[in-house]
């Protein structure tokens, strides 16, 4: 059975394509030895019975992001195909599924693979919405009790979140063990689903897409007017919603409306949702989104992006939607949603407002059919498509849109609850409102995390600066971090890492650093030397590198040990600071380097001093080969793509 200590084993992935080569190259980057099986390809096909797994292999090896952490991992995954090589399935410890959304095609499958499997391997589906019972309604009941959803998102080895679900014949062993390893072996965020069409994240998440775009030609809004007001303003992706449907793929969004409304026959407002008009137009004319190279927008040759008009149908160069004055833009998020509701411009106020009563409403409506706590719903929309705050956070923060928002089972609960909030924290433990009851309940975090907010909430916070932190995480454990823009560094987190490793070494066993968001860091504040620069004020420059220098130095001598908590980008003088560390935690996504020499710079923070250290160490008899690699990863200025490859490049 799969659980936490299923950290090596083997797996048979079927279905080669970007969803099945992706979960095969997360399994390989793991560890384990996969087989990826396709269908055999015709006798004619000069690549063999296997060219069309041979493809899927590529395809993750090309990848970007990349598929694998390093390529020789590719070698853990052995191609086949499901006429041949189905016996490989005996020795499988689990057998995922992500061959084509049809329900008729699963469930052969599934009788096929049931010949082969052994008492214990653990099956299951990557659907993304389809019933899951009917796909093994004809197998036995032991292998209907291994079977699983386990909906990955794309891409597999980049995405956190996958929605785990079981249905009514599933062992609950199979799927509290799967979940342990999904969790500690994958690294993956698990949101609990129930078996409903669509799960949480398609079902929800594509129809609040399809309903914003066909508010976007209600209210006679330009596609970059729509992306503009729907991403980063409402602590949303870049994307936006135009660009968003183009990446998703405009035929994959109506195949999913289609099968919502005959999956979900008494769900009124889907069977009332229509696919905008230019939508339509463009799905029938084959303009299908990036894969297409056109949909609602589309690149030129040159580069320029050139977007659709809405009203023509006629491509326009996309212009750059500045609609909202900067002090609300830069206003924190929730504070921001507040004046966004009360925007002095009409037009674009009456269409938030109309987008936001509209998505959350159906959202609200709907939770409970899909979860069993709104805290899976807010999750699977914050995690599979990037929201800062999910559905009933906005609920909690503009109470405007609660009384605007028509009345269903969540909001009701909600309006008898005496708290009046879906989610509170009172001295560190987080609370949500469950749903049936109308009592708020503790929200309990997985064993082994520690969030540092609730320890901040708890007063565990020892010292603040301007913009960092120091606080008690527990067993004599304390934790920097910081807060700003791209988590840059300055003089005063310099300050502050100072104080915080004086402390850790007076009155505690060890010192965590990690940033209070991601990315980890951008590094240190170019413009601020490019402004002394400018000026000729060198020695004010040679202090700044002094206290830099000192600061990392001090880190690496510190009596107690430091180890960096790092997740996304970590450059420059972060960099040199991880280098600097007794220890680095990586995140498999972390890309990390010294972009320096591209800007025409030296990294001096002292970084370079560790790296040579490390390849002189690492170099044996003939050391000068490990000094060359660090050379010309300095001269190259790049950054790595993951953690392994932060490896290979000496900055772990």
């Known amino acids: 059975m799969l659980d936490r200590r299923t950290t090596q084993g083997r797996a048979v992935v079927i279905g080669a394509g970007a969803m099945g080569s992706g979960i095969a190259a997360l399994l390989a980057n793991t560890g384990w030895t996969v087989d990826l099986l396709d269908l055999p390809s015709d006798a004619t096909d000069p690549g063999g019975r296997n060219s069309i797994s041979a493809a899927g292999l590529d395809r993750a090896l090309t990848a970007r992001p990349p598929a694998f952490m390093l390529p020789e991992h590719a070698h ?58 009917a796909m093994v309604q004809d197998c036995s009941p032991s292998i209907r009790s291994r079977f699983l959803g386990t909906h990955f998102f794309n891409p597999p080895t980049t995405m956190r979140p996958i929605e785990l679900v079981h249905t009514s014949e599933t062992d609950p062993a199979v799927l509290e063990g799967f979940s342990e390893f999904a969790d500690h072996v994958l690294g993956k965020r698990v949101i609990r689903a129930k078996e409903s069409p669509g799960f949480i994240s398609t079902r929800l998440g594509i129809v609040a897409l ?225 749903i049936p009851t109308a009592e708020m309940q503790p929200l309990p975090r997985p064993e082994g995390v520690i969030v540092l907010k609730d320890a901040k909430k708890r007063g565990a916070a020892i010292v603040q600066g301007e913009s960092w932190s120091l606080t008690d995480i527990g067993e004599g454990i304390v934790c920097f971090d910081w807060r700003g823009k791209m988590n840059v560094l300055d003089l005063d987190i310099v300050e502050g890492l100072n104080q915080s490793r004086r402390l850790a070494e007076a009155k505690f066993a060890g010192l965590v650093i990690g940033a209070g968001s991601a990315p980890f860091s951008a590094g240190f504040d170019l413009r601020q030397f490019a402004a002394l620069a400018e000026a000729a004020e060198w020695k004010a420059i040679e202090a700044i590198l002094v206290a830099l220098q000192e600061c990392f130095l001090g880190l690496s001598r510190s009596r107690v040990p430091v180890v960096a908590a790092v997740a996304g980008y970590s450059l420059g003088g972060a960099c040199e600071m991880l280098v600097r560390c007794h220890g680095v935690q990586a995140g498999f996504e972390s890309r990390i380097g010294l972009p320096e020499a591209n800007v025409g710079l030296i990294p001096a923070a002292g970084g370079v001093t560790a790296m040579v250290r490390r390849a002189n160490h690492a170099g044996g008899a003939e050391p000068f080969n490990e000094m060359r690699s660090v050379w010309r990863t300095l001269c190259s200025g790049a950054h790595s793509c993951c953690a392994d490859d932060a490896r290979s490049l000496g900055f772990l």
């Open 210 to 434: 399809v309903q914003t775009l066909a508010l976007t030609q209600k209210h006679g809004m330009t596609v970059e007017e729509t992306d503009y007001l729907t991403g980063p303003l409402l602590g949303r992706p870049r994307s936006g919603s135009g660009r968003l449907a183009d990446i998703i793929g405009l035929d994959i969004i109506e195949h999913i409306i289609h099968n919502l409304k005959n999956e979900l026959p008494t769900d009124s407002v889907i069977h009332a949702l229509d696919l905008p008009p230019m939508m339509r137009t463009l799905v029938l004319d084959g303009r299908l989104g990036a894969k297409s190279g056109a949909g609602y927008y589309r690149r030129q040759p040159d580069g320029s992006l050139e977007a659709i008009d809405l009203e023509t149908g006629i491509y326009r160069a996309a212009k750059t939607a500045d609609l909202v004055d900067d002090f609300i833009s830069t206003l924190p998020l929730r504070e921001r949603l507040v004046s966004l509701w009360d925007f002095p411009d009409t037009r674009y106020r009456d269409y938030l407002r109309d987008v936001l009563i509209t998505t959350i409403g159906y959202m609200s409506s709907r939770a409970m059919e899909v979860a069993d706590r709104i805290v899976e719903v807010d999750d699977a929309l914050m995690l599979g498509y990037g929201w800062d705050l999910g559905p009933f956070m906005l609920l909690d923060i503009v109470p405007e849109l609660r009384e605007a928002v028509p009345a269903s089972a969540p909001i009701e609960a909600y309006r008898r609850s005496s708290s009046q909030w879906f989610y509170t924290n009172a001295g560190g433990t987080h609370f949500y409102l469950e």
């Open 76 to 133: 853990r995954v052995c191609i086949g195909n499901t006429e041949d090589d189905l016996g490989r399935i005996a020795a499988a410890d689990w057998v995922v599924e992500a061959v084509a959304e049809c329900a008729a095609v699963k469930r052969a499958l599934f009788n096929s693979c049931a010949a082969h499997m052994g008492p214990t391997t653990v099956l299951s589906s990557n659907t993304s919405g389809l019933g899951l019972s």
